[in-house]
């Protein structure tokens, strides 16, 4: 999911070089949409925190880690803003909801791997070991 936008960007290129059809009558509702869309992904991360840290433990104990499925929804949100803006494109709106959408997924996915850069990016190795190897 880091990578998205990265992939994202020839294909923002191509789609900016074709033309598309006018907005059309019902897309400012399209727009609305969008704009929630985006910010239930942005700000839904902050309320899952809010909801259940201080039940960390409680979950742990259930065999679920808290970090991993917040840093989870985090960058998986983080995506909406940049494919919304794509979807809006896609309707005939100005490629700058594009732009907007793709400067607000980097700078969104770059707060949740700071945040969360303990658990993303650990010192240890996570792989299983081998048998036979030492």
Not at 2 to 29: D, E, M, N, Q, R
Not at 37 to 52: D, E, H, K, N, R
Not at 75 to 89: D, V, Y
Not at 108 to 115: I, K, Q, T, V
Request: proline fraction near 5%; aromatic fraction near 14%.
């Amino acid at each position: 999911m880091l990578f998205l936008p990265l992939l994202h960007i020839p294909i923002a290129l191509l789609y900016g070089i074709a033309k598309f059809p006018s907005v059309t009558g019902w897309s400012t509702l399209a727009r609305v949409v969008a704009v929630l869309v985006s910010a239930y992904g942005l700000i839904g991360p902050f309320l899952f925190y809010l909801a259940l840290h201080k039940s960390t433990e409680r979950l742990r104990t259930r065999g679920i880690d808290f970090h991993a499925l917040l840093s989870l929804l985090a960058i998986a949100g983080s995506i909406f803003p940049m494919l919304c803006g794509f979807g809006l494109t896609l309707l005939g709106y100005r490629l700058a909801y594009e732009h907007a959408g793709f400067l607000l997924s980097i700078m969104a996915m770059g707060y949740w791997s700071w945040r969360q850069r303990a658990f993303l990016f650990k010192p240890e190795s996570q792989a299983l070991p081998i048998e036979g190897r030492e």
